[in-house]
C-alpha cells in the first residue's frame, strides 16, 4: 500500500479541525471554504493539493501567479485562484484575466479598472472588498464607515462586469487571540449593517482566518478561511 503523502495528511488534519470548529460553533461544515494560499509554491505544490481534494487557492501577487498559471496549464490543470494580496491599479488588467477572482478590492478606483477589464474579455468577475480593521500600518483595505467605503457600495451595483460576493479582512498580527475574535465578530457586525442598505449587493461571503487563527474565525462566522502554512508547511522563500 503506498505512504500517504505529507501534504494530504496535512489537509486531511485541517479539515478535521475545521469540522470541530464548526461543530462547536453550532454550523455546518459545509458553510466553510477551505482555500489554500499558495503563494511562493511552485505549481507542482498545487496540483498534489488540488488532487487531495483542495478546489480552492489563494495568490498574493499578479506577476508570480502570471508564470505560474502557464505552469498549470502545462500540467492540464486549471484550479479556481484567487487574488488575497494587494492590486495595484497599472496590474488590474492582467489580474482579470489570470484569476478566477479577486478578493482585496479596496477603491473604486481599482473596482472600475476590473470592470473595464472584465468588459473587455467579455466575463463577469467574483470580487470580495478588503475592509481595514487593523492599526497595523502595513495592512490594507477600505476602513468602515469611510467615505470611500460608502462611494464603492453605491457605485458597485453600476459595474456590471463585477459581481461582489462579500467582505473580507486579515487580523492583527497579535498573541492574544481575543484580538483576532474582535476583529472577526466587527467584520461579522459591519456585514449585518451594510447588506439591508445595500439590498442589489450580495454580501454572502465573509473570508477571514488563517493558519493561526481560523478556528475562532468560524466561530465568528467565516465561510472562508485561508490556510497556507497549515496545508503547505513553513515557507522556505520570502513572501
Excluded: W, Y
Excluded at 499578479?62 to 498549470?72: H, R, W
Excluded at 460608502?150 to 456590471?160: M, Y
Excluded at 442589489?200 to 462566522?221: K, P, T, V, W
Aim: aromatic fraction near 2%; hydrophobic fraction near 40%.
Amino acid at each position: 500500500m503506498p505512504t500517504e503523502s505529507p501534504l494530504r495528511e496535512r489537509i486531511e488534519r485541517l479539515q478535521n479541525r475545521i469540522h470541530i470548529a464548526c461543530r462547536r460553533a453550532g454550523r455546518n461544515p459545509t458553510e466553510v471554504k477551505l482555500m489554500a494560499v499558495s503563494k511562493t509554491r511552485p505549481a507542482s505544490a498545487i496540483q498534489e493539493a488540488a488532487a487531495a481534494g483542495v478546489l480552492l487557492f489563494g495568490e498574493n501577487r499578479v506577476q508570480e501567479f502570471q508564470q505560474k498559471s502557464a505552469d498549470l496549464k502545462a500540467l492540464k490543470i486549471q484550479p479556481e485562484v484567487h487574488l488575497i494580496g494587494h492590486l495595484q491599479s497599472n496590474k488590474a488588467a492582467k489580474a482579470a484575466e489570470i484569476f478566477s477572482a479577486i478578493d482585496t478590492v479596496d477603491s473604486l478606483r481599482i473596482a472600475q479598472r476590473l470592470n473595464e477589464a472584465a468588459a473587455r474579455l467579455s466575463r463577469t468577475i467574483p470580487i470580495l472588498l478588503e475592509i481595514k480593521l487593523s492599526t497595523e500600518e502595513t495592512k490594507t483595505g477600505l476602513a468602515p464607515g469611510s467615505p470611500d467605503l460608502s462611494q464603492l457600495l453605491e457605485q458597485l451595483p453600476k459595474l456590471k462586469n463585477l459581481s461582489m460576493r462579500g467582505l473580507m479582512t486579515v487580523a492583527p498580527l497579535d498573541q492574544d487571540p481575543e484580538a483576532a475574535r474582535l476583529c472577526f465578530r466587527s467584520l461579522h457586525t459591519l456585514r449585518d449593517q451594510l447588506a439591508p442598505r445595500h439590498p442589489q449587493l450580495d454580501f454572502r461571503e465573509l473570508s477571514m482566518g488563517m493558519s493561526g487563527d481560523f478556528e475562532i474565525a468560524i466561530e465568528e462566522g467565516s465561510t472562508l478561511v485561508r490556510i497556507g502554512t497549515a496545508i503547505f508547511g513553513t515557507r522556505t522563500s520570502p513572501a
